[in-house]
């Protein structure tokens, strides 16, 4: 699918001249307009994309094999093991280095038209620098890339999730402005070996956890493990920004013409409804969604570029409260807000579950929640699964998708992450709820609101290491034997469900409530 239109009367850019034309986009909303019977919701709208997903670190395994250099998880949980992960970590995980055909196999019997997958930066450049390749990296993602293509699955590439290699970080890692530099020459290096094959990028996953960890304040976050919140977590932001207008200009200047392909970048948020129907709780309800979403999404989505102005001004006005001279939050220059302006063909969404917000101060300690004026909670009458994190709320995608519409002139959306914990089994039937569910809402969102939804990613194709939760919860279709050094799959009831989807390109009769 060509997704490079981008939205209803919207500019794109054209890929034989670079001048800007204005394409209307007939997938945005297909047949909104017209009355829907009440089975017609339930089908997936033509050309419209369902696969699945997984990550280098917690599948690959090979830590330590052929060439690849170290990273930031494997200093963090070498270095540091994290008690409640009993000392968990990816050095093996699902062995996928090795297993790969074999991982193919489980996307083939699923009938998936694509595979999100993401490569391990170090495994090709092992000190994080163009001048070392490592070719035996690139050997791999070669032979994944064609095995892939040879069954028919469309190969999408996120080019980083999360596993920074360790000399960057010595450098500040995404603190550091020059980290731009690296990401683009690592990302031309993609584009150049890979971009003849692969027409479906993804520069950066969920950017919100990438800087969490440069946010640590009482308990262990994610990799490098960092204590500055709201200081160095804003300095990773907007060099992970660049890092991306980067990537995408020069995708379009030098690439796309011969290689015919689309890059975004997908983004996380919980959906934040209010706490309740006070003004003070539906206005935090929505600096939560500028905090948590809008502070990536709107230099990239929106007309005018640039961070919020409801963060811009939240944050300079806590750091003057906080005695400092200037605002915490870095500054874009006018260049740099053309520079990101608009690099987009279509907007990553990963989604799981909601928060209720209500107005407040959560603490003392400088904090993005803090300078937000906000707190998180859940409802006790929401569904729970294995991950505490993961409350269930179908219908909050609903309304994510449509605030992102609203917000973003409805740009193609590819959700690119959506999936259920549970702690193993086979009969997985929490695990088929919860996507029957979630999609349901997703379908009502593009047939009867008309948001420009492209595509859908189960996450995970397989049981794998779940960063700060180990293996102690599962994410996966297949069920992966970690106790066994084979690392034996198996397919779980959701596979069922999953491949009767894809082949019949609807929702099954017998789940769907009238």
């Known amino acids: 699918m060509d997704v490079h239109s981008k939205t209803a009367g919207s500019s794109t850019i054209s890929p034989d001249d670079g001048t800007q034309v204005t394409q209307r986009n007939t997938t945005a909303g297909r047949g909104s307009s017209n009355k829907k019977g009440p089975n017609d919701i339930y089908n997936f709208p033509e050309e419209f994309l369902i696969g699945s997903a997984t990550a280098a670190y917690q599948i690959e395994g090979a830590w330590n094999e052929d060439g690849k250099g170290v990273h930031v998880w494997d200093t963090l949980l070498h270095m540091k093991p994290l008690h409640f992960l009993h000392e968990d970590n990816g050095d093996i995980a699902c062995d996928s280095y090795h297993k790969y055909k074999e991982d193919v196999q489980l996307l083939k019997n699923l009938g998936v038209d694509f595979y999100r997958f993401s490569i391990s930066w170090p495994r090709i450049l092992p000190n994080g620098y163009i001048n070392e390749v490592n070719e035996a990296g690139i050997k791999y993602y070669n032979e994944l890339i064609d095995e892939l293509l040879a069954n028919s699955i469309q190969p999408v590439i996120t080019m980083y999730h999360w596993d920074l290699p360790q000399p960057l970080q010595d450098l500040g890692g995404w603190t550091n402005i ?5 990401f683009e020459d690592y990302a031309c290096l993609l584009f150049n070996t890979f971009g003849d094959r692969v027409k479906l990028w993804i520069t950066f996953n969920e950017p919100n956890l990438i800087t969490a960890g440069y946010a640590k304040q009482h308990t262990p976050t994610f990799a490098p493990c960092i204590s500055s919140p709201a200081i160095g977590e804003y300095l990773a932001i907007r060099t992970i920004l660049l890092s991306h207008a980067r990537a995408y200009n020069l995708y379009d200047k030098k690439f796309r013409y011969l290689q015919k392909g689309n890059v975004g970048i997908s983004l996380h948020i919980a959906w934040g409804e209010s706490l309740t129907n006070e003004n003070k ?12 979403l809008g502070i990536y999404a709107h230099p990239i989505f929106s007309e005018e570029g640039d961070f919020p102005r409801i963060v811009k001004e939240r944050i300079a006005e806590k750091s003057t409260e906080d005695g400092f001279t200037k605002c915490r939050l870095p500054i874009f220059s006018e260049k740099e807000i053309q520079s990101l302006k608009g690099t987009y063909d279509f907007f990553g969404l990963n989604f799981y579950s909601s928060v209720l917000v209500n107005c407040g101060e959560p603490g003392k300690n400088l904090s993005l929640e803090r300078d937000a004026g906000i707190i998180t909670s859940f409802d006790p009458t929401w569904p729970s699964c294995a991950a505490d994190w993961l409350k269930i709320v179908p219908w909050g995608l609903r309304k994510q998708l449509n605030w992102i519409a609203k917000e973003y002139n409805n740009p193609p959306v590819f959700i690119t992450e959506n999936g259920y914990a549970d702690n193993g089994g086979l009969e997985d ?14 379908l009502k969102a593009i047939h009867l609101d008309g948001c420009n939804v492209i595509g859908y990613t189960v996450w995970s194709l397989m049981d794998n290491f779940e960063w700060l939760s180990g293996y102690s919860v599962k994410f996966g279709l297949y069920h992966v034997d970690f106790e066994d050094p084979e690392r034996t799959r198996t397919a779980k009831e959701s596979v069922r469900i999953i491949r009767e989807i894809i082949k019949t390109r609807q929702i099954p009769e017998r789940y769907r409530k009238q």
């Open 178 to 182: 020059e980290l731009a530099n690296y």
């Open 281 to 292: 709780d539906i206005e935090a309800a929505e600096r939560y969604q500028q905090f948590f």
């Open 429 to 442: 039937r929490g695990r088929v709820n919860y996507f029957i569910d979630h999609l349901t809402e997703m």
